[in-house]
């Protein structure tokens, strides 16, 4: 079996470097980055013993691979680790953040003696990267994610940056699993990223047991290339073959490439080298008896050398992504009527022509979330990923990185939920990503509960530092759109499918957590609250119930999160504290919950919700909203039995 594995080796070593001009690295070179390999394996077990946590055998399979990529392929600034023109380097699996952190501690940016502060409360030597440190541009540690993320700085290097920068992810053969990874692949491999290496570190164990394929490298070489990736099958713990390998990608042009690393979790600790039940654990009584033995490996004891293969030039250019304006303002007519997805493809347009760096990503959705406007301007700006939502996102966030792009994010709203975990992590990773989601609750129609969005409001509230706009007409919605452009953070705009009447003066002034009272009179009786859809069914059901006296004021919050809290509270207490909101979304997290959180201090005002009870039908869309009791006749149902509280 070695002797198979050897030979095999061999053919795609030589299959690979054929015709390639390669420079073979000094015996002596060889050695220093052989030796650095080892230090950082003695720095990540010093680091994880002094936390008792972590995951020091995951590091290990890593360690020639952090070595030859840091301290001879990489080319970046110490001084500027978030330099644009510096390589970007994406740990993917993310629980071998000591083994990373002992690289750029060994390159000399912070003093080595700092690791001893892995996972303490007060260090940012988190137990899995995030950004609050100056050289991480994503969080990682949920698995499957960071190739998409590199993907989105390939994608922009290569097409926007236009530099000579290269992006390397490294990924787990457990997390390989993940079809997340795979969307990642085909995306890569469709956009011909030359500028990417992704390298998977097969060492054979996962968590609680052997991989599915182990450490069969044929299989996973045969899927890259099946992807369209040029595949490189290597021992992860030989130098040579890496130098070799990270040369071939750089100079293999129209594909990326992967570098399949065989390897063995906890590579060269005597007694738990391949073996399983060490994942997660620190080495304990095991770890003195272990760093004596990586000593004796270390032949070169002077410092720490970096053999840059060659120089970083310095050619991305600068970016100014502050203060984005709409090219011109909106442009509507009172009572016209219009969907509010389509304003936000005429704001993506406006915003575009303001600035060169806005860009778009989609789902295979542009001409019903009406991103295609943006394509059909200027089609290098567009980036289609097609029905593969986890890594629409990831791209997205890696499209952000180092304030290279403003990226606006659609498809339907509901799709978004699949991708909770990337959104989430972009929260982690401090991210400004714009999310749009089209074709939210019942008014849908008759495309049936799989595509109306129900829960996006829940879910985008709960997302950390997140701000969450609900236009209430295209004139809004293309101040939100602007609005989003310039807010740090994750942001998400929920449009509407069907088309709705101009309530807005073209010349409205829109802010975050401000909202607008479209509706009132000096006798108001109770404040009804709706966004949308709903918020035009409240308009009618106002105008109905003043036929018979009774008066109700109406209110657009326009921002769910933040919510203006002191507007409504306000509002509220001048009509007698009766608050009835009305929304085309589950009860559970939405506009009445936001509401109600409020309030909630407050005394005497009482809160009366309308949402959308139970999952619904199909069926057409004004039907729909009176099947589920949040059309105007309900409203006014419902502002009726209010004021008899």
């Not at 879910?459 to 236009?471: A, K, L, N, Q």
């Not at 509220?572 to 919950?593: F, Q």
């Amino acid at each position: 079996m070695k002797y198979r594995l050897s030979t095999l080796l061999q053919f795609t070593i030589k299959r690979t470097f054929l015709n390639m001009a390669y420079h073979k690295p000094e015996a002596k070179v060889v050695q220093e980055l052989k030796d650095i390999a080892n230090k950082l394996r003695i720095q990540s077990i010093i680091g994880t013993q002094a936390s008792k946590s972590g995951h020091p055998t995951s590091c290990s399979s890593i360690a020639e691979i952090i070595s030859v990529l840091f301290f001879n392929t990489m080319r970046y600034k110490l001084s500027a680790p978030k330099d644009p023109s510096s390589d970007r380097f994406v740990l993917s699996k993310g629980h071998a953040a000591p083994i990373l952190y002992a690289a750029w501690a060994e390159a000399g940016l912070f003093p080595v003696d700092e690791l001893k502060n892995l996972r303490k409360l007060n260090s940012d030597l988190e137990g899995h990267p995030t950004p609050r440190l100056n050289f991480i541009d994503v969080g990682t540690g949920s698995l499957g994610q960071g190739l998409a993320v590199a993907a989105g700085m390939a994608y922009v290097g290569k097409n926007y940056d236009k530099a000579n920068y290269r992006v390397y992810c490294l990924v787990g053969d457990g997390e390989a699993a993940e079809g997340s990874i795979w969307e990642s692949i085909h995306f890569a491999s469709h956009y011909n990223l030359d500028n990417l290496c992704l390298i998977i570190d097969v060492n054979r164990l996962g968590q609680s047991e052997e991989t599915s394929l182990g450490h069969n490298m044929n299989t996973y070489s045969k899927r890259l290339e099946a992807f369209g990736f040029n595949a490189i099958v290597v021992d992860g713990h030989d130098v040579d073959e890496l130098v070799k390998a990270f040369h071939v990608a750089a100079t293999t042009k129209d594909k990326p490439t992967a570098i399949l690393a065989k390897t063995f979790k906890g590579k060269n600790f005597p007694n738990v080298e391949n073996l399983d039940n060490w994942h997660g654990k620190p080495l304990g009584d095991q770890a003195e008896r272990i760093i004596q033995h990586l000593k004796t490996l270390v032949k070169n004891q002077g410092p720490t050398k970096i053999h840059h293969q060659e120089p970083l030039k310095d050619d991305a250019p600068i970016v100014d992504i502050s203060n984005i304006k709409l090219s011109s303002p909106p442009n509507y007519e009172l009572g016209q009527s219009i969907a509010t997805r389509n304003a936000y493809g005429t704001a993506l347009v406006k915003l575009a022509q303001s600035n060169p760096r806005v860009i778009a990503l989609d789902g295979d959705m542009k001409n019903s979330t009406f991103s295609e406007k943006l394509k059909k301007f200027d089609a290098s700006r567009f980036i289609e990923c097609f029905i593969a939502e986890q890594n629409l996102v990831g791209v997205a966030i890696g499209a952000t990185c180092r304030d290279r792009t403003v990226a606006f994010v659609s498809t339907f709203a509901t799709f978004l939920t699949r991708a909770f975990d990337q959104i989430r992590m972009g929260a982690i990773s401090q991210s400004n990503v714009n999310f749009v989601g089209s074709h939210c609750g019942v008014s849908i129609g008759e495309d049936g509960p799989s595509q109306m969005g129900l829960e996006d409001l829940a879910m985008f509230r709960s997302i950390p530092g997140s701000t969450v706009f609900y236009p209430g007409d295209a004139v809004a919605c293309e101040r939100a759109v602007e609005l989003a452009a310039n807010t740090k953070g994750i942001t998400f705009i929920r449009t509407n499918r069907p088309n709705t009447p101009i309530i807005y003066q073209n010349n409205e002034i829109f802010q975050i957590g401000k909202s607008h009272v479209v509706k009132s009179t000096p006798n108001d009786q109770l404040l009804i609250i709706g966004g949308g859809v709903t918020l035009i069914e409240a308009l009618t059901a106002a105008e109905e119930l003043a036929k018979v006296n009774v008066f109700a004021r109406v209110l657009d919050p326009f921002t769910i999160k933040p919510i203006d809290k002191e507007g409504i509270i306000k509002n509220a207490l001048e009509v007698g504290g009766r608050i009835l909101t009305v929304e085309d979304h589950y009860p559970e997290g939405g506009l009445g919950e936001a509401v109600l959180s409020a309030v909630a201090e407050q005394r005497n005002i009482v809160v009366k919700k309308l949402a959308v009870p139970r999952v619904p039908r199909s069926g057409p869309p004004t039907a729909l909203l009176d099947y589920y009791g949040i059309s105007s006749k309900h409203i006014v149902t419902a502002a009726n039995e209010l004021l008899k509280l």
